[in-house]
């Protein structure tokens, strides 16, 4: 057995007034409760240190780019990072990320229980829109304010298993968790903000957007016989609603624990990874079954080409 005691931290809304210093404070009290239940690995959401920002229209992009992290850790992370490093703890979160060349990513990172960064990834598969819609019912303005990922799907070596990342819309696309797979990836650990409602179809609330967060993330599970530790920010960030839905599921893509509610809370859950071998050496064996030579379309074009 090679368990990993996988905690799912989910934080409740940040609000726009709401300080780094405070986030942190939150995150580390989820981290404390995590550590009295022998976690090894505790896995925060998407943009965990600041409000769900991209809903949020400037004229002048740069006016958001003080959501935006220009170095990890920084002054207000790095309270996080020494507890993790007290407890010997493993953990991953996202936050906006700023380069030294001014350049703007979704990002979460990988960090080891001695507090070092060990892997970073930023979301390709950024939804949303550039300007200001006034036909929808929020804003979605991630196209506006990130750069598409720069870094592909890498995983990592650590905790004795194979790990990756993903964030929010990614889990929604197979593509993610098949390039992974192929890296023999045995745990894939994601954060997301999702509102409850479609901005684009209102009759979609939070019960179908919770259904089709399920589906993707058991569907990518069981695909590549790996464990997925999906995890939430959600409530009602100044009157905009985020789902919760914070889980984990297994390699044969059943839900081992779901927390309920919206405010923050942890889950844990003993991941043993080589509960991912079955699959791997038997439906999913991708080097008896797979058939790239056929699957050329998936890499040589974007949108739909029809039959003549």
Not at 56 to 61: K, L, T
Not at 107 to 129: E, F, M, N, Q
Not at 191 to 219: D, K, M, Y
Not at 232 to 251: F, M, Q, R, W, Y
Request: glycine letters at 10%; proline letters at 6%; hydrophobic letters at 40%.
């Amino acid at each position: 057995m090679r368990v990993i005691r996988t905690a799912a931290a989910q934080l409740g809304p940040i609000q726009k007034a709401e300080d780094r210093d405070s986030v942190v404070a939150r995150m580390i009290a989820l981290m404390d409760e995590a550590k009295s239940q022998d976690a090894d690995l505790i896995v925060y959401p998407e943009l965990a240190l600041t409000t769900f920002f991209p809903r949020w229209y400037h004229a002048d992009r740069a006016e958001a780019d003080p959501w935006f992290e220009r170095e990890m850790p920084g002054p207000a992370t790095a309270p996080l990072f020494a507890r993790a490093r007290q407890h010997g703890m493993a953990m991953s979160f996202g936050y906006a990320e700023l380069t030294p060349e001014g350049r703007h990513f979704n990002t979460s990172i990988l960090v080891d229980r001695d507090g070092a960064i060990v892997g970073k990834y930023r979301k390709v598969h950024l939804p949303g829109h550039v300007e200001f819609d006034p036909e929808r019912t929020h804003q979605h303005l991630e196209k506006r304010y990130f750069e598409p990922g720069d870094l592909g799907f890498p995983v990592w070596r650590m905790l004795g298993g194979i790990l990756g990342m993903c964030i929010c819309n990614d889990r929604r696309w197979p593509e993610t968790y098949r390039v992974m797979g192929l890296q023999g990836v045995e745990m894939v650990v994601l954060g997301f903000n999702t509102p409850s409602v479609n901005s684009q179809r209102n009759a979609e609330g939070i019960e179908e957007r919770l259904f089709h967060h399920r589906l993707s993330v058991q569907a990518g599970a069981y695909q590549n016989a790996t464990w997925v530790v999906a995890v939430a920010k959600a409530g009602s960030e100044d009157g905009h609603h985020l789902t919760g839905g914070t889980l984990i599921v297994d390699p044969n893509g059943k839900i081992v624990a779901e927390l309920p509610g919206e405010a923050d809370g942890v889950i844990v859950a003993a991941c043993d990874l080589d509960e991912t071998r079955f699959g791997k050496e038997t439906i999913f064996d991708f080097a008896r079954h797979r058939r790239p030579e056929h699957y050329g379309r998936i890499t040589a074009q974007t949108g739909v080409v029809l039959p003549e």
